[in-house]
């Protein structure tokens, strides 16, 4: 049973930072690219961020490029998401995500591709 546990969201200014936490038990979690995704109230949910399995690569939504950063730390099964000079568009639960697929070369983008949900974190920006 894989279990994702998100933690670090709460209420930020406008450009001020965040750093969310996931942590990721139940199965071998560093050959799984792992991701980030994010759904506002009344939208569907839109792909954030993703990672390689080793950390060597990176790619993420062109909203949040140069703003945020994805990384990871297999040796304590943990992806975080580090949110600087955050805009009220950035408010919404925020969701980690496992991809099904070991050793995956691209990085997925699409939800299907996901097979592992955490519970998400709410992430408010006020004006």
């Known amino acids: 049973q894989v279990q994702l546990v998100e933690s670090g969201g709460g209420l930020v200014p406008t450009g001020g930072s965040l750093r969310l936490s996931c942590a990721s038990s139940g199965r071998t979690f560093s050959s799984y690219p792992m991701g980030w995704f994010r759904q506002a109230p009344g939208k569907e949910r839109e792909f954030v961020a993703a990672?390689?399995?080793?950390?060597?690569?990176?790619t993420y939504t062109d909203s949040v490029k140069g703003r945020f950063a994805i990384s990871r730390d297999n040796a304590k099964n943990m992806v975080y998401l580090q949110m600087n000079s955050l805009k009220p568009e950035d408010t919404a639960v925020y969701f980690c995500a496992g991809d099904r697929r070991s050793g995956a070369y691209l990085l997925a983008k699409q939800e299907n591709f996901y097979a592992y949900w955490g519970q998400g974190t709410q992430v408010t920006v006020s004006s």
């Open positions: 990672i390689s399995e080793g950390g060597a690569r990176t």
